[in-house]
C-alpha cells in the first residue's frame, strides 16, 4: 500500500506551485494559474484514469492509516503561511499591476483547493480539532458558512431544487453564481437558528456559530487593512473571492442537471447516480479525490482515500479541471453535458449498491 499513500504527496504541487508564483517578479507569477488550468486539462483530456476500487481488506487498511490525515492535516500550516507570505509581497509598491494579478490569481487557487477543498474533507470528520482545521481553512476565503450549510444542507438536498449548490438543467454558471452563494449563505443562517431554536437557545447569542463566523471574519478583513493596507486588503479579497467562485464552479459541475425524485413529501436516498464522477488521475489526486463525487454523497463519511468508483455513476468527460473551463463557455457546456446526460437518462434509480 506504499504507492497508495505515496501518490498523495502530489497534493503539494499545488502549494509549491502558488508559492513560486507568489515569489516571482514577473511573468512566472502565472505559473500556478497555468498548470492548475492549462496543464492538467490538458493531460487528462488524454488519459481516462483508474476505475479499480480497493478491496475491502486493504479499505480496512488505509482507513486507519493516520499517514492520510497527517498530509490532509499539513494543507492547514500550509495555507496559513502562503496567506502571510502572499499578503507581505503583494504589498511591494515595486511590483507591476500584471504580477499582482499573477500572484492573486495563485492564491485564489490555494484558497479554492486548500481552503475549501480541503476544508470540505475536514468538516465532513467528527472529532473537534478536524471541524476547527476546516473553520480555520474556510477563513482563509471568508467562506466559513459553508461548514454549516454544506453539511447541514447540501448534503440533505443535494439533486433536488431544494438545493441552491445543485445546478438545474440549462442553468449557466453565471446566474448560478447568484442562486448558490446568497441562497447558501441564507439557508446556513436559516440552518443554524433550526438547531438554535431545537436547542433553546438564543439566536443572537454566543451559541450562534453564524454570528460567530461573521464577528472572526471581519475581524480578518479589519487585521488585514490596519497590518498591511488598505490596497493590500483589495488583493486578498480578491484571492478569496477566486477561492469560493472556485468552489461555487465545482458545485455547478458535480450535480449539472441531475434529479433525485420525489416520493411523498421527500426524495429518494441519494445515490451515486445522483452525482457527476470523474477518475482523470490528477485531479482525483491533487483535488484530494473529490472527483469520485458520486461515493462520497452516498456515504458522507467515508474519508478520501477510501472513495469508489460506480460504473453506474454519470461520468464526466473529462477532470474536474477542464470541466471548470468548460462550464465558463456555456454553448459548448450545454452541447457536452446534455449529450452525457441523454447517456444517462435510462439509469435505474433504484439499484442496488454493495
Known amino acids: 500500500m506504499s504507492f497508495h499513500r505515496l501518490k498523495y504527496l502530489l497534493v503539494y504541487i499545488i502549494p509549491v506551485l502558488v508559492l513560486f508564483s507568489i515569489s516571482s517578479p514577473n511573468i512566472w507569477a502565472y505559473s500556478a494559474l497555468i498548470f492548475t ?45 502562503t496567506m502571510v507570505y502572499f499578503l507581505f509581497q503583494i504589498g511591494d509598491t515595486s511590483l507591476p499591476l500584471y504580477v499582482k494579478v499573477g500572484m492573486t490569481a495563485a492564491f485564489g487557487i490555494s484558497c479554492g483547493v ?15 480539532y478536524e471541524q476547527l482545521m476546516s473553520k480555520m481553512l474556510l477563513l482563509t476565503s471568508l467562506y466559513m458558512h459553508f461548514f454549516i450549510e454544506h453539511n447541514r444542507g447540501h448534503h440533505k438536498n443535494v439533486s433536488t431544487d431544494d438545493d441552491p449548490a445543485s445546478s438545474r438543467y440549462d442553468e449557466i454558471v453565471y446566474t448560478f453564481y447568484f442562486r448558490s452563494i446568497i441562497g447558501g449563505w441564507l439557508s446556513a443562517w436559516h440552518l443554524e437558528g433550526a438547531r438554535l431554536k431545537a436547542k433553546k437557545q438564543g439566536f443572537w447569542s454566543i451559541h450562534n456559530e453564524m454570528l460567530r463566523f461573521q464577528v472572526i471574519q471581519v475581524a480578518l478583513i479589519v487585521a488585514i487593512g490596519l497590518v498591511f493596507s488598505g490596497t493590500v486588503l ?28 420525489k416520493k411523498g413529501n421527500s426524495y429518494e436516498r441519494t ?5 457527476w464522477n470523474s477518475n482523470h488521475p490528477l485531479g482525483r489526486l491533487l483535488l484530494l479525490e473529490l472527483s469520485r463525487h458520486s461515493d462520497h454523497h452516498y456515504i458522507a463519511n467515508r474519508k478520501y482515500q477510501t472513495l469508489r468508483h460506480f460504473d453506474e455513476s454519470p461520468q464526466m468527460p473529462t477532470g474536474y479541471p477542464g470541466m471548470v473551463l468548460l462550464s465558463l463557455f456555456p454553448p459548448l457546456w450545454f452541447m457536452v453535458m446534455h449529450k452525457q446526460i441523454n447517456k444517462y437518462k435510462g439509469i435505474e434509480k433504484g439499484v442496488a449498491l454493495a
Open 114 to 128: 486548500f481552503g475549501i477543498n480541503a476544508a470540505h474533507e475536514l468538516g465532513h470528520r467528527s472529532t473537534w
Open 37 to 81: 488550468f492549462g496543464v492538467i486539462p490538458l493531460f487528462e483530456l488524454f488519459f481516462n484514469g483508474n476505475t479499480k476500487n480497493l478491496s475491502k481488506a486493504e479499505e480496512a487498511v488505509v482507513k486507519e492509516d493516520k499517514l492520510y490525515d497527517y498530509m490532509l492535516y499539513a494543507l492547514v500550516p500550509i495555507q496559513y503561511g
Open 234 to 261: 483589495l488583493f486578498f479579497l480578491a484571492s478569496a473571492t477566486i477561492g469560493f467562485l472556485l468552489l461555487e464552479t465545482v458545485n455547478y459541475i458535480e450535480h449539472y442537471g441531475l434529479r433525485r425524485k
Open 271 to 275: 445515490l451515486p447516480i445522483h452525482s
